[in-house]
Structures are given as structure tokens and as C-alpha cells.
């Protein structure tokens, strides 16, 4: 079940949902009287109202509700209801007992039980480093956008420190707290996230429209997933291949490596213009942004502030524009790289674009991926990393498991370790690839043999 049903021969979105009730398995529920005390938080249920939340239902539950306690809230095709909003016919992904998914889930509650876990989210642990990581994003910040260090080089250094501690930031406490995994107090989650964008960029209800919504639901599907930056450059053979392609793994580093600018402005242009001229309706790709309350729209709009403010401080406080601008572009340089990195090498190597996942261009799923299990297309799109090193695994916030995280997004990182092995042993058995490269560094290198491919070929053939 895709979050965003589309037209099959338009793959425009289909608006025959009723904005009122959540869709599960086909059909409406309607759970207002839970909200409030739903465990995970309000924000977190109500992000599934007026779609088809399925695979978000799935994959934020490891353990699933009783379907005796679904049933309760099943909305009934009576009065003034109709069978056009009561049920959603949307074939995508399947969830049966038996498939690799179910089976995985199972097991992964096994592994918790075994282990006397209370809940799967990060800890106290998890916040000393978080507040940490701010103490060093503020101090070498302060040091580096408004002093003047008698030792240029100083200066220069705290910029790198700068930049490190915003993009460890983001993928870290930033990351979890955006799929409910940071901590197990709803309001705490709320605030860390919202804090947190306030510091490195974007907004709360965007990233959560374009990364949880679009991306780990429908992961490498186009239109609804645009992670893929088409047409800058092309990864997806669906995807028409333009002169300038041929040349994608040369000048796209360049991109990356000052990745944070066009991407906080982009999504602040795209908010301005939904909350000025589009009736307040904001949208990344196809995918509605979540907005519900007045503090939703304050959120983002301190998120938007806070962060130019920040970005204009070296202008402000440093003695020279020369000066200002070399600070401004170190620290740029310093929390793109890594943070943009982290997420080409996690789907955009040949193994997972090479599977017929990403066949819909003009189409809302292919006919190879029709009713495929949910969890045997996230096996199929995503790609491990460094499995087992330790430093790597905390650097990259759990990303390097993206696999683990991609099938088990609300539990934390701290887990996909042992959750790997379980993954592993799964899907060598429902004869599912896992794929993983021994290095960080090996993952960049068939990112880049990837551009290179994709960007001289229209339809490569792969072995």
C-alpha cells in the first residue's frame, strides 16, 4: 500500500480519500477518539489521517495491534459514507503472514522479549550525546562565526568542527527524532526535532513529507520519491538521460560537497509560496506536508528564521566579507559532505536501482513489483555498509544499517546490529538480497560506478 494511491495511467494522485479517516488494508478507520492516547504521540498518528498509512502502519508497529482492537475503528459504508471513501483500492505492496516481512517482524519481537527490552528507542545515553553534540555545534560555532581568532587557521578549524557537529546532527538525534526513534516520550521527540531544525536547516513538516512519508515508504519509486535529484542527475534507467548526464560523476561532487544551501532554500521557497498562494497546502514531490495546527506552521516558520540567521552571523560579526565568505564556505564544505553522502550511497548503487523497482515513471507500479512484499522491496532498494564496525555505526547514526532501518525505521539505531543478523538469516531464506560493501569508502565507489553507468547508458544491461 502506498502512502499516495496514483491515477495508474497519469500517476497524478488520486483525491477520493476522505480526509477524515486513516486507511488500512483497503479500508477506512477512524481513530480520532484514540489520539490522544495513542502511546506514540499525537503527531505520529495523525501524520496517517487522509491516507493510505498501511505500509506506515506496518512499519512503525514491530508489534502490531490485535486485529480485534483494528475492527473497533473500522468505519462502515453507512449514511453518509459512501463506498468511494470507505475503501481504497491501492495494489502495491502486500503484507501476509507468511511473507518475509511478517516473518522478520516476528522474530524481531523475539529478540526484544529475549532481551527484557521495554521499548525500542534511544535512552538517557542517547540524550547526553545529543546535548553534547549541541555544546559543540554552539561553542565552535560562537568561535568561528563571531570571534576573530588571532590564528586564522584556528578559525578555520572550529568551521570544521562546525560543520561536523551540525551534520552528525542531523543523522543522528535529528534522524531519530524524525521517525519517533530518538526517544520514548512523544513531546520530547517532538521538541528535539523541531529544536534541532531550528539549528541545521529545513522544517519539521517537510522533512517528514519528503524522507518518512515519501522516501521509506516508497522507497526508489518514482514520482513519489524524489531523493533520486532528477534531472541533476540520473540513477533510475525510467528516467530519460539528457547529454549532460554523461558527465554526472564528475560535477556531482560538487554538489554534494555544498549540498545544505540549495536544499534549505529550495524547501523554503516551496513553503512560502504553499502557505502564501497555494491556500496553505505545502507538498514535496506529490506528498502533502503535514499541517494541522497553528503550531505547526510556527514551527516551520522559526525553523526558516533561526537557521538564515545563523548562516548570517560570519556576514554580521567577522571583520571582512573575505573573511566571512571563507568561514561561511568551510563550514558549508564540512557538514555537506558527509551528510550528503551518507544518503547517496544508501540507495544508488546498481544492485538497487537494477530490480524493476523503479519502473513507474509513467506508471504507479510496475507490473514486476506489483503486490511485492513490503519488506522484500525495502530489502531489494536499500544497501548496508561497514557492517559490524562499531565508530561506523555511530558516526552515521545507524545509517549504515539502512537496510535494518529502512524495515525497522521507529526503532533506534542502537539495535541494528543485532537486528542485522536477524535481517541476514531472514532473507537468505526468502532468497532476498543483502546487500552490503566491506567499506564506507567501497559504498562511494559504486555510488560513483553507478553515475558513471546510468549517465552513458539508457538502458544498461547489469550483471
Known amino acids: 500500500m502506498s502512502t499516495v494511491p496514483l491515477d495508474r495511467k497519469s500517476s497524478e494522485p488520486l483525491n ?24 506514540g504521540g499525537q503527531q505520529a498518528i495523525c501524520l496517517g489521517r487522509g491516507r493510505d498509512c498501511t505500509a506506515l502502519f506496518e512499519s512503525y508497529h514491530t508489534r502490531l495491534p490485535s486485529k480485534e482492537l483494528l475492527s473497533k475503528y473500522k468505519v462502515k459504508p453507512t449514511g453518509a459514507a459512501t463506498s468511494n471513501n470507505v475503501y481504497c483500492n491501492n495494489d502495491t505492496f502486500t503484507f501476509n503472514e507468511e511473507d518475509f516481512y511478517h516473518t522478520l517482524k516476528r522474530r524481531a519481537v523475539q529478540y526484544f522479549e529475549r532481551n527484557n527490552y521495554q521499548h525500542t528507542k534511544g535512552g538517557c545515553n542517547e540524550i547526553f550525546w545529543w546535548i553534547v553534540n549541541v555544546l559543540v555545534f554552539v561553542v565552535s560555532g560562537y568561535f568561528s562565526f563571531c570571534m576573530v581568532v588571532p590564528i586564522p587557521f584556528v578559525s578555520a578549524v572550529c568551521a570544521i568542527i562546525w560543520g561536523v557537529s551540525k551534520s552528525l546532527m542531523v543523522i543522528r538525534s535529528t534522524h531519530g527524532a524524525s521517525h519517533y526513534a530518538f526517544s520514548n516520550f512523544p513531546r520530547f ?31 526508489n519509486i518514482t514520482p513519489i520519491d524524489d531523493d533520486t535529484m532528477y534531472p541533476i542527475k540520473r540513477v533510475l534507467s525510467s528516467y530519460d538521460r539528457y547529454w549532460y548526464h554523461a558527465y554526472q560523476h564528475v560535477y556531482i561532487w560538487f554538489l554534494y560537497f555544498f549540498v545544505y544551501l540549495p536544499w534549505t532554500i529550495s524547501h523554503n521557497i516551496k513553503f512560502i509560496y504553499g502557505a502564501l498562494f497555494n491556500h496553505g497546502k505545502i507538498y514535496e514531490s506529490v506528498v502533502e506536508c503535514y499541517y494541522n495546527s497553528l503550531l505547526d506552521y510556527l514551527e516551520s516558520v522559526s525553523c526558516i528564521i533561526v537557521t538564515h540567521c545563523i548562516r548570517l552571523l560570519p556576514f554580521f560579526c567577522l571583520p571582512t566579507w573575505t573573511h566571512a565568505i571563507i568561514i561561511a564556505l568551510i563550514a558549508e564544505f564540512s557538514s555537506s559532505v558527509w551528510f550528503s553522502l551518507q544518503f547517496a550511497v544508501n540507495h544508488e548503487v546498481l544492485e538497487t536501482v537494477d530490480n524493476g523497482s523503479a519502473g513507474h515513471h509513467n506508471v504507479t507500479f510496475s507490473d514486476k513489483n506489483k503486490n511485492r512484499d513490503f519488506g522484500a522491496h525495502q530489502m531489494i532498494t536499500s544497501h548496508n555498509y561497514s557492517v559490524g564496525f562499531w565508530p561506523t555505526l555511530h558516526l552515521s547514526g545507524g545509517l549504515n544499517y539502512q537496510i535494518e532501518h529502512h524495515l525497522f525505521p521507529s526503532v533506534h539505531y542502537k539495535h541494528y546490529p543485532e537486528l542485522g543478523k536477524i535481517v541476514e538469516s531472514t532473507a537468505k531464506e526468502f532468497n532476498l538480497p543483502y546487500t552490503k560493501s566491506s567499506s564506507f569508502m567501497q559504498g562511494v565507489w559504486r555510488h560513483c560506478k553507478l553515475l558513471y553507468i546510468m549517465g552513458n547508458n539508457d538502458k544498461p544491461l547489469i550483471q
Open 16 to 39: 477520493n480519500l476522505d480526509a477524515r479517516y486513516w486507511y488500512l488494508y483497503g479500508e477506512a478507520h477512524d481513530f480520532s477518539d484514540f489520539i490522544s492516547r495513542h502511546p
Open 189 to 219: 521527540n517532538r521538541f528535539v526535532y523541531w529544536f534541532n531544525m531550528c539549528l541545521v536547516g529545513d522544517t519539521p513538516q517537510q522533512w517528514t513529507a519528503k524522507h518518512v512519508l515519501a522516501h521509506h515508504i516508497d522507497t
